[in-house]
Each structure stands twice: as C-alpha cells, then as structure tokens.
C-alpha cells in the first residue's frame, strides 16, 4: 500500500430510489417537447436505485478501492449501484491484458482500420462486433429505448452458440481419427497442433503497425491530463467532436459545454506519479491528419486503466471506432504501462449488463471477470452469464464458499469536522452531540459500502459541520450517455 497518501474526501449525497434508467426506460424527448417513456409492467423497470457520494477531491488509490467495491464515478459524483433494488443491476467487468487474444472480429476491425489508414479503402461493410453492437449502451438521449431482452431471447442466444462449437468438435474428431488410422500417437499430435496454432496468433502490437510516409492517413494517440495545458489548448476543438457526436448519434438537444466540462472536464482524482506513471484522468485525443477525430475519457489507476467514455465525428463510424479503440487502450496498456509497472494489467470497462443487450459486447474481450456484489471477488464472465440465464437476469451472486465481504470498523471511519480529519471513535468522544442515531448509521452505511481498505477516506456529513441536511442528489452515469455503435449495414 503507498505510504504518505493525502487524505481523499467524499460528502454525503445519500440513497437514490427512484433515478431515471437509461438502459431499460429512457426518458425521451417528443417533438413537442413533452416527457415520453415507456412503461411496463414490471414496476422496477426504469427505477434505477444507487448510492451516491460527491467526491471534492481524491487519491488514485482510494478510487481504485473503491472500483473494486463496485463503485463508479461520473465527474465528481461517485455511485455505486443498489444490486438488489435497482432494476438492470450493474457488475463491474475487467480484463486481464496479459491474457487477451484478439477475436476473429476484432482481427478484422483493425484491419479494416490499417486499410484506411495505408490505401485510404473505406470498408464495404460495417464490421459488427460479436454478440451485439460494439462499445454501446442505452443513451438518455438516444431516440430509441434499450428494452430488456426476454428470458426466452437469451435462451433462444445461448442455444444458436452451439452451432461453431459441434463444428470445431467435429473437425477435431476427424483429426483424431485419422491419427489414429496413421498409427501416430493423439496426445502428441494435439501438442504440435496447439504449438503451431500459437506461433501463428497474432497480437496487438502485430495487427497495429506502424504508420510510415506511403501511407494515405496519419493517425496519433496524444494522451493529455484533464486541466493541463495541452488539454485546454484543444479543448474546443474536442468539445465541437463531442457536440456533434451527441446531436447526431444520441440526438441529444441538451448537450452543452458546461454538461461537458461537469461530465468529462472534472475529476476527483489528484495527479500522482509513482514507477515512472501518472496516475489521474486523461483524454486520449484520436487525431487524424491533424484533426481530432474521436476522445476517450480514461482514468489511469495503480493496478488498472479504466475506460470511462468515448465519443467521436460521426463522419468516421464506418471505421467501427467502439472496438477500434477499445483495442488501441488495451494496447496501450500492454506496450506503455506495463512496462514500468507490472501491477498495472487490468482494463476496466465500466460495468457489464446482462438484460441490455447493447452492453454485452463487453464479454467479448477475453476472458473478462465480473466482480460479484457479495463477495466482492471475481469469477469469470462464462460462468457468471450461466448464472444469470438461470436467474433470469435478477441480480445474482458467485460467492461460492468465499467468505462474506467485511466492511470497515464505523469506530475506524474518518470523519470532517471544522476544517480537522478526526476517527469518529475520538470526534464523537470530544463531541458527544454528534454522537447521534442518525450520525452513527451514515457513518456504518459508508463503512460498509466503502470497504476496510476505505480508512483513507475522509467522511463529510452536513451534521458534522453545522450545516442544514443536504438531500441526496442523482447524477447520471457515463453509462447513460455511453458510446453509441455501429449498427449493422
């Protein structure tokens, strides 16, 4: 654990039981301006439920904590899913990098991508990701609803998967028989096979070459913190991108700079740098010929880079951008991070849905995990879409026999008071009338939420600091307003 941290902050904002969902009931904006969303008859659908903390400043570590409990921030506001209550639950899914493989699809994304780039070829198609649309989710704004997908649709899905595997199986079967018919010893065969298949994978760094002066198109990846200066030399060009992004694939007519500069021009989190790495939130500016083409907003944390958002010109989804640069961030974690830090290997893609269809796309970067709500341990996301066919997509769990998660000691709590950081055991003993009912189950709720590694994180509550009780407040996600993909030609 790094030593001499600063203290992190988080206020009180409290629980949100009935915020608007953007996956399975977004509110729609009708031509005369009216609030048109869908009804249905199962009363959780579009009652989102969370809770939710305003975080004035922060550490990265103390962030990272707090992914790992489910956790999740839009700008300032850090939230964390109520799994048992809220109608689509909502599982934080990570990738181990030094274990991905690139699909077969995503083979031909980037190379569609090279394409364009060398011979200036627009592919014919748009590539569809496998398993749905690639890098997408339901939209506040979009102007079509993300509706659930049927109990007997994911049935219908998990049946159709079959196909490619009792072809595999069959070839493999002929094979054996063959050796066998040869006399050649099986075990020994399928070890050459595995070994010849390998040397002929592919990775990232073989399916992104390097851009040379006989190519049509130059692409560069500038990496820029939130707030610094190269931010702010381009921050109206990214704003233009992003404006047209909003209007054209979310038809978004509330899009707007400040909305910008709250959702993705804030953070938290302090710039930290530590083996050779900055820690904090960046913008990873796609520039094409000189022109910003497309934005990813990440944060880059001690063990993990998290994908926060992207957005992109319209003009240029024929070049599948999602999974394009989905894959250039899991590369650039392979051939930038981890060589200064080896601790530093997963991607985090926010979180994974399993009755929106639009958000299972995120399985398909092998082999993901899916952190479970109970235990917070991690299982991987083969096993855990077993678990939620059979549970129908309510909320499950995969603590198998994993102990159950521990919170932190409410006694150990950090607390905020009159400009001093206390442990609520010694404020409440200097100042008993804090030592109150409803006090003492703010500070256990966020002890429990928060988890025992959460002692750097300082508490704020309003009667603590002699202020009138703030009302909780909803924010959305970035998953509301999460990347639209390629629909299919």
């Avoid at 094409?288 to 998290?306: E, H, N, Q, R, T």
């Amino acid at each position: 654990m790094p030593d001499q941290r600063l203290l992190s902050l988080v206020q009180w904002c409290g629980q949100v039981t009935d915020g608007r969902c953007g996956y399975c009931q977004p509110k729609r904006e009708t031509s005369n301006g009216s609030d048109d969303s869908s009804t249905s008859g199962d009363e959780r659908q579009g009652k989102s439920c969370s809770f939710g903390m305003l975080a004035p400043w922060f550490n990265p570590y103390d962030y990272q904590i707090l992914l790992d409990r489910g956790w999740r921030r839009s700008g300032t506001y850090l939230y964390k899913p109520t799994m048992d209550t809220t109608c689509c639950p909502q599982y934080t899914i990570r990738l181990d990098v030094t274990k991905f493989r690139p699909s077969r699809t995503q083979k031909r994304v980037l190379r569609a991508a090279v394409d364009f780039l060398k011979n200036d070829n627009k592919p014919k198609r748009f590539v569809k990701e496998e398993g749905g649309q690639a890098r997408c989710a339901a939209s506040s704004a979009s102007d079509e609803p993300s509706a659930k997908r049927p109990p007997a649709a994911v049935k219908e899905r998990t049946v159709s998967a079959e196909g490619p595997r009792k072809k595999k199986l069959i070839r493999r079967e002929r094979a054996i028989k063959r050796w066998q018919e040869k006399g050649l010893d099986v075990a020994a065969e399928q070890e050459k096979r595995r070994q010849k298949e390998k040397s002929r994978e592919k990775t990232l760094a073989d399916l992104l070459p390097e851009w040379d002066e006989s190519w049509k198109h130059r692409l560069e990846v500038e990496t820029v913190l939130v707030g610094s200066e190269e931010y702010r030399a381009r921050e109206h060009e990214a704003y233009q991108v992003y404006l047209k992004y909003q209007t054209t694939i979310h038809n978004d007519k509330r899009a707007s700079k400040s909305g910008f500069d709250n959702f993705l021009g804030s953070t938290p989190l302090r710039k930290e740098l530590r083996n050779g790495i900055t820690y904090g939130s960046f913008h990873q500016r796609y520039i094409l010929d000189g022109k910003i083409v497309a934005v990813g907003a990440i944060d880059i944390l001690p063990w993990c880079f998290s994908s926060k958002y992207l957005f992109y010109d319209p003009d240029f989804k024929f070049l599948t951008i999602g999974t394009y640069t989905a894959l250039r961030e899991i590369d650039y974690i392979q051939r930038t991070l981890r060589t200064k830090s080896a601790e530093l290997k997963y991607y985090y893609m926010g979180y994974y849905i399993y009755t929106c269809p639009k958000m299972r796309y995120k399985a398909k970067f092998q082999p993901s995990e899916l952190l479970c709500d109970e235990s917070f341990t991690w299982k991987p996301v083969s096993e855990c879409e077993k678990l939620l066919a059979e549970n129908e997509g309510r909320f499950t769990t995969w603590a198998g026999n994993a102990p159950p998660a521990t919170g932190l000691n409410p006694d150990e709590v950090p607390v905020y008071s009159s400009n001093m950081a206390y442990v609520w055991r010694v404020l409440r003993a200097q100042k008993p009338e804090f030592d109150t009912p409803e006090v003492n189950e703010k500070v256990a709720k966020w002890a429990k939420l928060a988890g025992p590694l959460a002692d750097n994180i300082c508490l704020y509550l309003n009667e603590l600091n002699n202020r009138a009780r703030q009302e909780p407040v909803e924010a959305e996600s970035e998953e509301d307003d999460e990347e639209e993909e390629e629909e299919e030609a």
